[in-house]
């Protein structure tokens, strides 16, 4: 893996550039479309080995391995007469583009893996899902934080919906934040608490012991606030309707 391109450089595609440059001390050489011409240029400035390219067919031709991390809309724009030889690796990261059809935009028999790379691939802390498994790039993962292969497309789709409930995450901190300003509480002293409140929360889950099912029973105590707010806000009808949201992205995703 020496030398790896990224079509496309919005948040997934700044990420993987930190995760593979940040602190290391032989970094990959990394070369990225002028697309987020912005973005480019900043990471070139800040890391050695990375270069910014004239265009998204001198990234291919510079790379052995390509990742395709434009969004989904703009996939045929940015592919328009890109030309892959078959000796090359493509990684895509587009959510909801199946490799059959990134086969077709690109006419080419080179090996194709999806993968779902999150924000804290920075920090290499992501575990990202691919398919199907290839070695080259479950290697790149592993490196950035682990890989998790599985069997098919369908099992890859499900992998990709749960991804669509990382910002809901945020929006429900932001209303414990806002709930508390309600109260009386100053919006700095609110923002620090909870954000220190799930960061904590967030270190247990390297506890692979346990269950998730076990952590939040080992946080509860009976008929304590816990239990309490689970139980009247978190019922079997918003947990069906949180399952139906996820059918829904599911049935879009394939």
Same mark, same amino acid.
């Not at 480019?40 to 800040?46: F, G, I, K, T, V």
């Not at 493509?90 to 909801?96: E, H, I, K, R, T």
């Not at 802390?125 to 369908?154: I, K, M, N, Q, W």
């Given at each position: 893996?020496?030398?790896?391109?990224?079509?496309?450089?919005?948040?997934?595609?700044?990420?993987?550039?930190?995760?593979?440059?940040?602190?290391?001390?032989?970094?990959?050489?990394?070369?990225?479309?002028?697309?987020?011409?912005?973005?480019?240029?900043?990471?070139?400035?800040?890391?050695?080995?990375?270069?910014?390219?004239?265009?998204?067919?001198?990234?291919?031709?510079?790379?052995?391995?390509?990742?395709?991390?434009?969004?989904?809309?703009?996939?045929?724009?940015?592919?328009?007469?890109?030309?892959?030889?078959?000796?090359?690796?493509?990684?895509?990261?587009?959510?909801?583009?199946?490799?059959?059809?990134?086969?077709?935009?690109?006419?080419?028999?080179?090996?194709?893996?999806?993968?779902?790379?999150?924000?804290?691939?920075?920090?290499?802390?992501?575990?990202?899902?691919?398919?199907?498994?290839?070695?080259?790039?479950?290697?790149?993962?592993?490196?950035? +934080?682990? $890989?998790?292969?599985? !069997? %098919?497309?369908?099992?890859?789709?499900? =992998?990709?919906?749960?991804?669509? &409930? #990382?910002?809901?995450?945020?929006?429900?901190?932001?209303?414990?934040?806002?709930?508390?300003?309600?109260? +009386?509480? $100053?919006?700095?002293? !609110? %923002?620090?608490?909870?954000?220190?409140? =799930?960061?904590?929360?967030?270190? &247990? #889950?390297?506890?692979?012991?346990?269950?998730?099912?076990?952590?939040?029973?080992?946080?509860?105590?009976?008929?304590?606030?816990?239990?309490?707010?689970?139980?009247?806000?978190?019922?079997?009808?918003?947990?069906?309707?949180? &399952?139906?949201?996820?059918?829904?992205?599911?049935?879009?995703?394939?």
């Amino acid at each position: 893996m020496k030398r790896i391109g990224i079509i496309g450089v919005g948040e997934i595609g700044r990420a993987i550039v930190a995760g593979l440059c940040d602190g290391v001390d032989q970094s990959p050489d990394v070369f990225l479309s002028p697309r987020g011409a912005r973005a480019a240029a900043e990471l070139s400035s800040r890391y050695e080995g990375v270069r910014v390219c004239a265009d998204n067919q001198e990234v291919v031709d510079r790379s052995d391995v390509v990742i395709v991390a434009v969004r989904r809309q703009d996939r045929h724009e940015a592919l328009a007469d890109v030309r892959v030889d078959d000796n090359k690796i493509v990684v895509n990261v587009m959510a909801g583009v199946a490799n059959d059809d990134l086969r077709r935009t690109l006419a080419t028999d080179a090996p194709m893996v999806r993968a779902i790379p999150l924000p804290s691939i920075r920090e290499r802390r992501c575990v990202t899902v691919t398919y199907p498994s290839h070695p080259v790039v479950d290697r790149l993962f592993e490196h950035l +934080g682990g $890989a998790l292969p599985v !069997a %098919d497309e369908a099992a890859f789709d499900v =992998f990709s919906a749960l991804t669509g &409930t #990382l910002t809901t995450h945020y929006a429900y901190l932001a209303t414990l934040t806002s709930w508390a300003v309600g109260h +009386g509480i $100053a919006s700095a002293d !609110a %923002d620090r608490y909870v954000r220190g409140l =799930f960061q904590g929360v967030g270190r &247990t #889950l390297g506890d692979e012991t346990r269950s998730l099912q076990r952590l939040a029973a080992d946080h509860e105590t009976p008929n304590g606030s816990n239990e309490r707010i689970r139980t009247t806000w978190f019922d079997p009808a918003n947990s069906a309707a949180l &399952t139906k949201a996820l059918d829904g992205l599911l049935t879009d995703l394939r």
